[in-house]
């Protein structure tokens, strides 16, 4: 099974703080994603990437960058945490067939910026 | 822009009874749907998906429906049972730099009633 392991559930920190949010997948997947869940709001795409090193933003990058150094890992950092960041994030990857490709998901990393 | 969305925010429905959920895309060039199920405290994981050659497709008590006349996707479980409790996501795919990326509606939050 797939297997994508975000390595934090619960995170709590100060404005202004930099934050690291961690996900790595198994399965050998090229395009990995990060999303943030708010309610009302649904999944808004921050930033994803299709390959090493390769990044593109999604509809919400403002306040965020990512880092892509191994095809396993993906990284969502915030640089200077503020509380309108509080949220759950959830990652992801997949292995498209052509066009098509599900996406599996971690089990979220809920932050909370005080 | 192009989005998403549902149109029911919460839905109530007995044990035992069928559930509709909808969807409504607004991207005529979306030509793969998938939907998720969100259990409380865990990540979205996969239902069933369908590519825009397809007007209907069956799982296991589930059932998802395109029409691409009026851009309208539904999802169609049978039988719900207290386990189908959950926020259900619509998705679309949509191309972007090269690759995919899915764009998420806002949910329908499923409550089985006993």
């Known amino acids: 099974d797939v297997k994508v392991t975000q390595s934090s559930r619960y995170l709590v920190k100060r404005t202004g703080e930099k934050v690291f949010l961690e996900c790595v997948q198994d399965m050998d997947h090229e395009n990995m994603f990060w999303y943030r869940q708010d309610p009302g709001l649904g999944l808004r795409l921050i930033y994803f990437s299709y390959d090493v090193k390769m990044k593109e933003k999604g509809d919400i990058p403002e306040g965020y960058s990512v880092s892509r150094e191994k095809k396993e890992r993906f990284s969502l950092i915030l640089e200077s945490a503020s509380t309108n960041q509080t949220s759950m994030y959830l990652c992801?990857?997949?292995?498209?067939?052509?066009?098509?490709?599900?996406?599996?998901f971690g089990e979220g990393s809920r932050l909370t910026v005080l | 822009g192009e989005s998403v969305g549902l149109h029911l925010p919460t839905l109530s429905v007995q044990e035992g009874d069928n559930s509709i959920i909808n969807c409504a895309y607004s991207?005529?060039?979306?030509?793969?749907f998938i939907w998720y199920k969100q259990e409380s405290g865990k990540g979205p994981q996969f239902i069933i998906d369908?590519?825009?050659?397809?007007d209907k497709r069956q799982g296991q008590r589930v059932t998802v429906l395109l029409n691409k006349t009026v851009k309208h996707l539904s999802l169609q479980i049978a039988a719900t049972q207290p386990g189908d409790s959950a926020v259900y996501f619509c998705a679309e795919n949509e191309l972007s730099s090269g690759t995919y990326k899915y764009i998420f509606g806002t949910g329908t939050r499923l409550k089985v009633l006993a």
């Open positions: 991207n005529s060039a979306s030509d793969y």
């Open positions: 992801a990857s997949a292995f498209y067939r052509g066009k098509t490709g599900e996406l599996f």
């Open positions: 369908i590519r825009s050659n397809m």
